[in-house]
């Protein structure tokens, strides 16, 4: 197929190289050019705009920070809504809050385009190994078109139903476990190391018997090991969606009390200087609390 792809971040960039070694071509764009040599020289073309690139392309991918960022590339002057094709899909898989993905919807609608929620779940190394999880909602048919490019980046697709806004709700409901087991290990290693028991060894017993799944594995390697420089996603990205969950709940009439402990988290390692450390630096603001140096 001939795919557009907007936003060319860790994850962007990922996902579109799998695209190109899926044997699809490839239009792309962003901000900063030079971010997409790579992908040139495996045969991407370069669209100075979004617009240019969804003129070429019957579906458009998009992978922004936020809500502003999208509503901006999407709707804004020389955007993907002003040279999308009716009946042309625009598959968005940034983490988007449900007011925004509302917006996409009836925006999209509005011209005859069509609009699919397709977030993922992975940090950038998945991305690249074609290993992310997607959680996509949307129309049917335009479903159908996507499952053969989705196969490229994520191993596995998890279709939510026909609003998109499933896919945003069940995305944002994803990070808020991985944000809480983040918190939920952080005290686990905190009390044992106060206690004298090396962290590391926690980590081996908790990975070692029930605790096993990715989300203890990775993130709570990472912590043991107090690797937060190199952030896959840093903190201020996780305060961003937490505080989209606070929100959906709001709307939902549904209390999330752990989810408050999690945002109150963050928004103490943003005030420790920490807003752009990878947001397992929240074992910092736990260990602190117990009088840990």
């Known amino acids: 197929m001939k795919v557009g792809f907007v936003g060319l971040g860790s994850m962007g960039h990922a996902m579109a190289g799998r695209l190109l070694k899926g044997g699809h071509e490839v239009v792309v764009t962003n901000r900063t050019r030079a971010k997409a040599d790579d992908l040139l020289a495996q045969g991407a073309v370069f669209a100075e705009t979004p ?116 896919a945003n709700l069940a995305k944002l409901s994803l990070n808020f476990m991985i944000f809480s087991t983040i918190e939920q290990m952080a005290e686990v290693f905190a009390i044992n190391e106060k206690a004298g028991t090396d962290p590391h060894r926690i980590f081996d017993l908790m990975t070692g018997s029930f605790y096993n799944a990715p989300v203890h594995r990775n993130y709570g390697k990472l912590m043991v090991d107090h ?55 929240l074992l910092e603001r736990v260990r602190q609390d117990g009088g840990l140096k």
């Open 227 to 281: 690797e937060y420089d190199n952030p896959g996603a840093p903190v201020t990205l996780g305060l961003k969606d937490v505080e989209m969950f606070l929100k959906a709940g709001g709307e939902q009439g549904v209390p999330l009390p752990y989810a408050s402990i999690v945002r109150d988290r963050f928004l103490g390692a943003i005030s420790a200087g920490d807003a752009d450390r990878d947001f397992v630096v």
């Open 51 to 166: 617009a240019e690139v969804a003129r070429q392309v019957e579906i458009v991918f998009s992978m922004l920070f936020d809500d502003a960022s999208t509503e901006e590339v999407v709707f804004g002057e020389h955007g993907i809504a002003s040279g999308l094709a009716p009946g042309a899909i625009h598959a968005c898989s940034s983490t988007l809050s449900l007011a925004q993905a509302r917006r996409l919807k009836d925006g999209h609608a509005e011209r005859g385009q069509v609009y699919v929620s397709a977030a993922v779940l992975g940090r950038p190394p998945a991305a690249q190994a074609g290993e992310l999880f997607v959680i996509a909602a949307g129309q049917e048919d335009a479903l159908s078109r996507l499952r053969p490019l989705f196969g490229c980046f994520g191993q596995r697709v998890f279709e939510m139903g026909q609003d998109p806004l499933q």
